[in-house]
């Protein structure tokens, strides 16, 4: 081979290594573009993994937080919330001993002029000898009485002189009454339905 020969082969082959050194950098830019992102997303995708590490451990805390907290005892029923309590009379044992005085009216089922000006002070007196006396305002009057222990009662009326006035129906008190309650100081007489005739105070 002449070297003019060898000059063109070389020529040639120079030719076309330089043609493909385009070829090669565009080849390389891809690879180094195609790192890039990659490297982004491997970046992107820890961040991710990096805060959702974080937040399960927030809720981690916070339930192991709740579970060492003490458990906060029930609070009592506020006590004005509650029902009222029902007052009821305790039952005494009764006597005409008991329920022996004088007493004043102070409510008699329609009556509504109890303290109205009368000739006497309409008073009734029961004795313990099972007897009663009293006054209407105007005319006296007299008769027995039963009392059970239980508060059962029953009377009688002996005569009477009835005056006309604003007369204190204690004598039909007393025969309509079947039982009757003592209250301290207040004598209850009830009718045979249960409701109450009459209320009288002690008097003083």
């Given amino acids: 081979m002449s070297n003019t020969d060898l000059e063109d082969d070389l020529r040639g082959t120079f030719e076309r290594a330089a043609a493909t050194v385009p070829e090669a950098a565009g080849l390389t830019e891809r690879a180094t573009a195609g790192a890039r992102r990659a490297q982004r997303r491997t970046w992107i995708v820890s961040g991710a993994a990096a805060v959702a590490v974080a937040a399960v451990a927030v809720v981690g805390f916070g339930l192991a937080g709740s579970h060492n907290q003490p458990t906060q005892p029930a609070q009592p029923p506020v006590a004005g919330a509650q029902a009222p309590a029902v007052e009821t009379l305790t039952p005494q044992v009764l006597s005409a001993q008991a ?35 009293g006054s209407d305002g105007c ?18 009326s002996g005569p009477q002189h009835m005056m006309g006035c604003d007369n204190v129906p ?35």
Avoid: M
Avoid at 142 to 147: D, K, R, V
């Fill in 99 to 133: 329920v022996s005085g004088t007493w004043r009216p102070v409510e008699i089922a329609g009556v509504k002029s109890l303290k109205a000006a009368r000739p006497e002070d309409p008073v009734l007196t029961l004795r313990p000898d099972g007897t009663w006396v």
């Fill in 139 to 156: 005319n006296a009057l007299q008769g027995t009485y039963t009392i059970g222990q239980r508060g059962a009662f029953t009377a009688t």
């Fill in 170 to 204: 204690h004598t039909g008190v007393l025969k309509a009454a079947k039982r009757v309650a003592l209250d301290g100081d207040a004598l209850h007489f009830f009718g045979a339905d249960g409701l109450q005739l009459a209320s009288y105070a002690r008097a003083r």
